[in-house]
T-cell receptor, first 113, second 110 residues
Framework: DVKVTQSSRYLVKRTGEKVFLECVQD?????MFWYRQDPGLGLRLIYF???????EKGDIPEGYSVSREKKERFSLILESASTNQTSMYLC????????????FGPGTRLLVL | QKEVEQDPGPLSVPEGAIVSLNCTYS??????FMWYRQYSRKGPELLMY????GNKEDGRFTAQVDKSSKYISLFIRDSQPSDSATYLC??????????FGAGTTVTVRA
C-alpha cells in the first residue's frame, strides 16, 4: 500500500520561528510536492521537486523554502513564520510518467500565533 | 476569476440519493481531469481520472467531461454515509501542475 507520511499532524508555533515540515514517501516516486489548503481557496502549490536537489517554485513560494537531499524525503521550511501562514499543509508524490496522479499525506495543520 | 470554479456547498442528501457535483474551468488547454475525495482530517485521495472528453464509470461513481462547455461532473449513485467527504476537482494541461477547485463538502444522512 502506497504511503506518504508527514512528521506532524498538528503544530503550534510563534511568529518569527523557523518551522520545518517533513514528508516521506515509500513509493520511490521522483516527484514530490508541497501544497497549502485554505477554506474557499482549494489546494495551492508551494513548491515542486522532480529529483533530488531539484526544485521549482509553485504558485505561492513566498516565505517558504524546500530541501530534498534524499529521494524519499521532501522538507518545507518556513524561515520566519507569520500568522498568514496558518494553514493545512499537504505533501504529495507522483511518478513523472503519470504526474497528474498524486498521492497525498494526511496533512499538517499549522497554527502560527 | 479563478481558473477552476467549484461550488463549496455544503450538500446534504439522504442515503440512497444521487449526488451530483460539478466544476467549471476557463483554461481550454486542460486535458486531464481528476476527482479527489478528502475525508475529515485526511489528505485527498484520487477517486476518478479522465483524459479529454467523455464519461468514465467506476462502480457507483461516474465522471463526465464536456470540454466544449468547460464543465466536468461527478455523480455518485446510491450514496452511502461513507461517501460523506469533501470532493475536489483537479485539472492539468499535461504535466505535474494541477489546478484544484475549492472542494464541495457532502454529507449523506443515514
Amino acid at each position: 500500500d502506497v504511503k506518504v507520511t508527514q512528521s506532524s499532524r498538528y503544530l503550534v508555533k510563534r511568529t518569527g520561528e523557523k518551522v520545518f515540515l517533513e514528508c516521506v514517501q515509500d513509493m520511490d516516486h521522483e516527484n514530490m510536492f508541497w501544497y497549502r489548503q485554505d477554506p474557499g481557496l482549494g489546494l495551492r502549490l508551494i513548491y515542486f521537486s522532480y529529483d533530488v536537489k531539484m526544485k521549482e517554485k509553485g504558485d505561492i513560494p513566498e516565505g517558504y523554502s524546500v530541501s530534498r537531499e534524499k529521494k524519499e524525503r521532501f522538507s518545507l521550511i518556513l524561515e520566519s513564520a507569520s500568522t498568514n501562514q496558518t494553514s493545512m499543509y499537504l505533501c504529495a508524490s507522483s511518478r513523472p510518467e503519470v504526474a497528474e496522479t498524486q498521492y497525498f499525506g494526511p496533512g499538517t495543520r499549522l497554527l502560527v500565533l | 476569476q479563478k481558473e477552476v470554479e467549484q461550488d463549496p456547498g455544503p450538500l446534504s442528501v439522504p442515503e440512497g440519493a444521487i449526488v451530483s457535483l460539478n466544476c467549471t474551468y476557463s483554461n481550454s488547454a486542460f486535458q486531464y481531469f481528476m476527482w479527489y475525495r478528502q475525508y475529515s482530517r485526511k489528505g485527498p485521495e484520487l477517486l476518478m481520472y479522465t483524459y479529454s472528453s467523455g464519461n468514465k464509470e467506476d462502480g457507483r461513481f461516474t465522471a463526465q467531461v464536456d470540454k466544449s462547455s468547460k464543465y466536468i461532473s461527478l455523480f455518485i449513485r446510491d450514496s452511502q454515509p461513507s461517501d460523506s467527504a469533501t470532493y475536489l476537482c483537479a485539472m492539468s494541461v499535461n504535466d505535474y501542475k494541477l489546478s484544484f477547485g475549492a472542494g464541495t463538502t457532502v454529507t449523506v444522512r443515514a
